[in-house]
């Protein structure tokens, strides 16, 4: 008889795990961003950036911006940088390892395979600020990719979407869950074989 998993451990752990899973991209962008386009505010900037990347296969990290002011008087934000979330070098510091009891119930026959760091200095970059008028206008566009290949099949594995997948979802979250205190990640195998599934149920 298999033991129960702990019920003190299902209380302290947050339901957002870590997990490559997406959902597929069905998002139409009909131009890529470009130098001298304006828009209204960042916040549609940003939504469209986001799209765009969702639909090409790549996620987009808001990286920084400068507002106007500073400290406890800073305003609205007069320019943002945008970039693809392989943007940057991998990081050096080491994750301490919490100590969790692991029952048989979790063991897997799947191997644990160490997660590498998705940053390979990718240049994917999108530059705007706000000009006398108040619009904001793109003035950098960099959008050839560099140390990775993205294609639009791989959107359903852009971590922006996780929370939403398992919402949609919540029937595989016990198992992910069971998986996650065992060691075992969820990868894009696990991810096709769920929407293969989904395509059956619809049919």
């Known amino acids: 008889m298999l033991e129960k998993s702990p019920t003190k451990l299902l209380l302290k752990e947050s339901v957002a795990i870590s997990v490559e899973i997406e959902e597929y991209a069905h998002?139409?962008?009909s131009l890529p961003p470009t130098v001298g386009?304006?828009?209204?505010?960042?916040l549609k900037i940003d939504t469209y950036f986001r799209n765009y990347g969702k639909q090409?296969?790549?996620g987009v990290v808001r990286s920084n911006g400068a507002t106007i002011g500073k400290c406890s008087n800073a305003n609205d934000k007069r320019d943002i940088t945008w970039t693809c979330e392989c943007f940057g070098l991998p990081s050096r510091k080491r994750k301490k390892s919490s100590s969790i009891f692991v029952s048989y119930s979790h063991i897997s026959d799947k191997v644990c395979v160490k997660r590498k760091s998705k940053k390979v200095e990718c240049p994917v970059k999108l530059y705007a600020k706000v000009n006398e008028v108040d619009e904001w206008v793109i003035n950098k566009a960099m959008l050839e990719h560099d140390?990775?290949?993205?294609?639009?099949?791989?959107?359903?594995?852009?971590?922006?979407?996780?929370?939403?997948?398992l919402?949609?979802?919540?029937?595989?979250?016990?198992?992910?869950?069971?998986?996650?205190?065992?060691?075992?990640?969820f990868g894009r195998e696990d991810m096709n074989e769920i929407e293969n599934e989904k395509g059956k149920s619809r049919a």
């Open 27 to 29: 998002v139409e962008v």
């Open 56 to 58: 090409e296969g790549f």
């Open 37 to 42: 386009m304006a828009y209204e505010s960042g």
């Open 147 to 165: 140390g990775h290949n993205p294609t639009p099949g791989n959107s359903k594995n852009i971590t922006k979407f996780r929370k939403k997948f």
């Open 167 to 185: 919402i949609e979802n919540p029937h595989i979250v016990p198992q992910l869950f069971n998986d996650r205190m065992a060691g075992v990640l």
